[in-house]
T-cell receptor
Framework: DAGVIQSPRHEVTEMGQEVTLRCKPISGHNSLFWYRQTMMRGLELLIYFNNNVPIDDSGMPEDRFSAKMPNASFSTLKIQPSEPRDSAVYFC???????????FGPGTRLTVT | GDSVTQMEGPVTLSEEAFLTINCTYTATGYPSLFWYVQYPGEGLQLLLKATKADDKGSNKGFEATYRKETTSFHLEKGSVQVSDSAVYFCALNRDDKIIFGKGTRLHILP
């Protein structure tokens, strides 16, 4: 299995631009999670989906952030407009069933200048 | 609410030293407990897990025992290697989510 796939691996953009991060979960997994990791705040859960339906988005920092999961094999996290404080590593993780262990992708390192 | 507390790092050891990273948790009921490891530039990987009291999880020479009486899940390894240098996260599952500790950075010196 290829594991969780994320793209791009690195993204550098200017403040105000739209950023779209992509994730392909492990085939057969029915739960998908988006996390953000920074030195200051550590690992934060942003949103998670179960069977393509958003279950809890209470971790999404503000309306500039949105996430979709149009099908079982693809999810996006969008930031519009981006700000320098959004600079972080964004991880996608998937699991089979919501309470099982999660498998993480390699992350997208986002830098907003 | 449920939470995980683990020892702050960084922890610096010499190769072949004994490792302990402390982890305690607060939770209602009986969550599953996990240790994840994050190597530089990579995502988190599941290292080991335990699903009920007195279970011992083990992998790659690492061990941790689910201690309900002390609400602990300490990570141990008898002889660390340079390649074990990474950040280690203790975690528990609660309902639909995994709650992570803040992570402990481990440096192993040759």
């Amino acid at each position: 299995d290829a594991g969780v796939i994320q793209s791009p691996r690195h993204e550098v953009t200017e403040m105000g631009q739209e950023v779209t991060l992509r994730c392909k979960p492990i085939s057969g997994h029915n739960s998908l999670f988006w996390y953000r990791q920074t030195m200051m705040r550590g690992l934060e859960l942003l949103i998670y989906f179960n069977n393509n339906v958003p279950i809890d988005d209470s971790g999404m920092p503000e309306d500039r952030f949105s996430a979709k999961m149009p099908n079982a094999s693809f999810s996006t996290l969008k930031i519009q407009p981006s700000e320098p404080r959004d600079s972080a590593v964004y991880f996608c993780a998937s699991s089979f069933d919501r309470v099982r262990e999660q498998y993480f992708g390699p992350g997208t390192r986002l830098t907003v200048t | 609410g449920d939470s995980v507390t683990q020892m702050e790092g960084p922890v610096t050891l010499s190769e072949e030293a004994f490792l302990t990273i402390n982890c305690t948790y607060t939770a209602t009921g009986y969550p599953s407990l996990f240790w994840y490891v994050q190597y530089p530039g990579e995502g988190l990987q599941l290292l080991l897990k335990a699903t009920k009291a007195d279970d011992k999880g083990s992998n790659k020479g690492f061990e941790a025992t689910y201690r309900k009486e002390t609400t602990s899940f300490h990570l141990e390894k008898g002889s660390v290697q340079v390649s074990d240098s990474a950040v280690y996260f203790c975690a528990l599952n609660r309902d639909d989510k995994i709650i992570f500790g803040k992570g402990t950075r481990l440096h192993i010196l040759p």
